[in-house]
């Protein structure tokens, strides 16, 4: 008898649980899509301009990272190893792992 009482508290609770899940599931979709990604980086780069985002110096470089990486190189190896030479005289070079 216990245990039929048991279930059927979980089964309740479940099903609480459950409707409110629902709830909160179709309240998200009634509101509608958010920006799209073009509005967004179109917004951040406007903050920006208006100096309304301040990026620490890390965050800084992952952005010129990426930057770099969307860009073709028409550097040579040399000017690459020029650069790196350079980055790591001034402390600027992000090394990871064993090198």
């Given amino acids: 008898m216990k245990t039929v009482l048991v ?3 979980l ?3 479940s099903l609480t649980a ?3 899940h629902h709830d909160s599931f179709t309240q998200e979709v ?3 899509p958010g920006k799209t990604r073009a509005e967004v980086i179109a917004e951040l780069q406007v903050a920006k ?3 309304l985002v301040q990026l620490s110096d890390y ?3 992952q ?3 990426l930057r770099l990486q969307s860009q073709s190189s028409t550097l040579t190896r040399e000017q690459v190893k ?3 030479i350079a980055l790591s005289q001034k402390n600027l070079l992000d090394v990871q792992g064993e090198h």
């Fill in 7 to 9: 279930a059927a508290a």
């Fill in 11 to 13: 089964v309740a609770t």
């Fill in 18 to 20: 459950l409707a409110d």
């Fill in 30 to 32: 009634a509101s509608g």
């Fill in 49 to 51: 301009a208006a100096g």
């Fill in 59 to 61: 965050e800084t470089r």
């Fill in 63 to 65: 952005a010129d990272r």
């Fill in 82 to 84: 020029q650069e790196v």
